[in-house]
């Protein structure tokens, strides 16, 4: 179904990856990208479950907006182990202006499409979207 904001719709394929990294751990992390041939939401990488969210770093763009998901893996203050799945919205300061516009307007409806992600964050440079960010990000929801 497309969004009434813009246009944007979101391939089946993408909930389908998304219901496999959180209910059978087969993916570390989804990287996702709008498709302007089709104006959909497809999957753009997969992260093996070995993976390590540097990698996921590694895999983004610096001048392409991304949707990604993270399966974070975390010790609490409190000294228990504990998981999350974190959605970042990627808009990096050397992407085009209109694609900024679409990822902005499209990033709530499918963020809603992915039913279990308990973080959120957006970044624009990769300081933004550091490792220990996230934790805390974590940690504190």
């Known amino acids: ?21 959180k209910a059978k751990r087969n993916y570390r992390y ?5 498709e302007d041939a089709t104006q959909q939401v497809v999957v753009d990488k997969l992260g093996q479950p070995g993976d390590k969210y ?23 203050n409190e000294n228990c182990n504990k998981s999350k799945i ?7 300061d050397a992407s085009r202006v209109r694609s900024k516009m679409v990822y902005a307007s ?4 499918f963020r809603k499409e992915l039913d279990g992600v308990q973080v959120e964050l957006q970044a624009t440079d990769l300081s933004e979207m550091s490792y220990d960010i996230v934790k805390e990000r974590a940690i504190s929801h």
Not at 3 to 21: H, M, Q, R, T, Y
């Open 86 to 92: 974190v959605f970042i919205a990627w808009s990096p």
């Open 106 to 109: 499209s990033k709530d409806r």
């Open 30 to 34: 989804i990287v996702f990208k709008i």
């Open 1 to 21: 179904m497309a969004n009434a904001a813009s246009g944007i719709a979101v391939n089946d394929n993408c909930k389908a990856k998304f219901l496999e990294l």
């Open 54 to 76: 540097e990698d996921l770093i590694a895999s983004m763009p610096s001048n392409e907006c991304r949707y990604a998901v993270f399966d974070l893996d975390f010790t609490t």
